[in-house]
C-alpha cells in the first residue's frame, strides 16, 4: 500500500491540484488529509469545493475547530476569512470531520499529537526557539497509540522519526503554506526554505515502512501575489520564499 499523505494545504488550491497530480503519478493507493485544510488567504470555498467530492480520508486540524467554535471578532486573521467564505454545507463538511482517523487498520492520522491538535509532536519548541524532538519526547507524545504508522502534521516541517518500539512518525509538511511565525509558548519561526508544495510517500513493504518526502512546483508567485492582494504580507512572503 502506498500512502500519499497532505496536511496544511490552507486554502491553497494550486499547490493543493499539483500534489494531487503529483500523488497519481507516483501511483498512490489512498490519498490522506491530516487537517487545516481551507484557513488561510487564498482560496478557501474552491480549495473545499475541490476537496469534497474526492471524498478522501480527511481529519480536522485546530484551524478547523477554530473557524467553526470561535466569534468573527475572536478569530485570527486566517480562520475569520476563510469563515467568511465559505457556504453552510461547506461549513458542515469540516463540521463532520474528525479529530482522528484509523486507516488500514495499523495506521492512525492526527493532526498534532494524538492527544490534541495544537502540540507540536517532532518538534520542541524552548525559549531559544524550535528544535528537533528527542526520542523520549516523541515517545512520550505518541503515548499508547496502537499503530505501526502515525501520520502527523500541524508544524508544516517535512520529519520522520522511528521510535525503538517499531512505530514510526511522518510529518509530511505542508501542501500550502511553507513558513510561519508563532509566539507560543516562546516566538519561533518554522520554515521550510523554499515555496514548494510538499507531501510525503508512504509505502508499505515487506521491512516495515518507506517514506519518501515531496517536494512540488507550483504557481506560487501567483498564490502570493493573491495573499497580497487580501491583505497578508506575512503569506505573500511564505509562499514566495519559504521563509518568514
Known amino acids: 500500500m502506498k500512502i500519499a499523505a497532505l496536511s496544511d494545504i490552507h486554502g491553497n488550491l494550486a499547490a493543493l491540484n499539483a500534489v494531487l497530480d ?22 478557501p470555498s474552491q480549495t473545499a ?12 486540524g485546530n484551524h478547523e475547530r477554530q473557524l467553526l467554535t470561535g466569534e468573527l471578532s475572536r478569530m485570527g486573521l486566517s480562520d475569520r476569512f476563510a469563515n467568511q467564505c465559505l457556504r453552510d454545507d ?25 492527544q490534541d491538535d495544537l502540540s507540536y509532536f517532532l518538534e520542541t ?6 528544535r528537533v524532538a528527542t526520542h523520549d519526547e516523541v515517545k512520550s507524545r505518541a503515548g499508547e497509540a496502537d499503530a505501526t504508522l502515525i501520520l502527523c ?6 520529519r520522520s522519526i ?4 517499531g512505530r514510526l512518525i511522518v510529518n509530511p509538511g505542508s501542501v500550502g503554506l511553507q513558513a510561519y511565525a508563532d509566539d507560543l509558548p516562546f516566538p519561533h519561526r518554522m520554515e521550510m526554505g523554499s515555496p514548494h508544495a510538499r507531501y510525503a510517500s508512504v509505502t508499505r513493504t515487506a521491512s516495515g515502512w518507506d517514506v519518501e518526502f515531496r ?24 509562499l514566495r520564499t519559504g521563509y518568514c
Do not use: F, M
Open 162 to 165: 522511528k521510535l525503538d518500539d
Open 49 to 60: 469545493d475541490r476537496l469534497i467530492p474526492l471524498g478522501l480520508p480527511t481529519i480536522s
Open 153 to 158: 502534521g500541524h508544524t508544516h516541517l517535512q
Open 90 to 114: 461547506q461549513l458542515a463538511w469540516i463540521r463532520a470531520l474528525p479529530s482522528t482517523l484509523r486507516l488500514a487498520g495499523d495506521v492512525l492520522l492526527v493532526h498534532g499529537t494524538p
Open 22 to 43: 503529483d500523488a497519481h503519478r507516483q501511483g498512490a493507493d489512498v490519498i490522506v488529509n491530516l487537517g487545516d485544510i481551507l484557513s488561510g488567504a487564498l482560496y
Open 215 to 238: 517536494a512540488v512546483e507550483y504557481d506560487w508567485n501567483a498564490a502570493a501575489t493573491i495573499a497580497a492582494l487580501n491583505g497578508r504580507p506575512d503569506w505573500e512572503t511564505a
Open 125 to 130: 519548541v524552548t525559549a531559544s526557539g524550535c
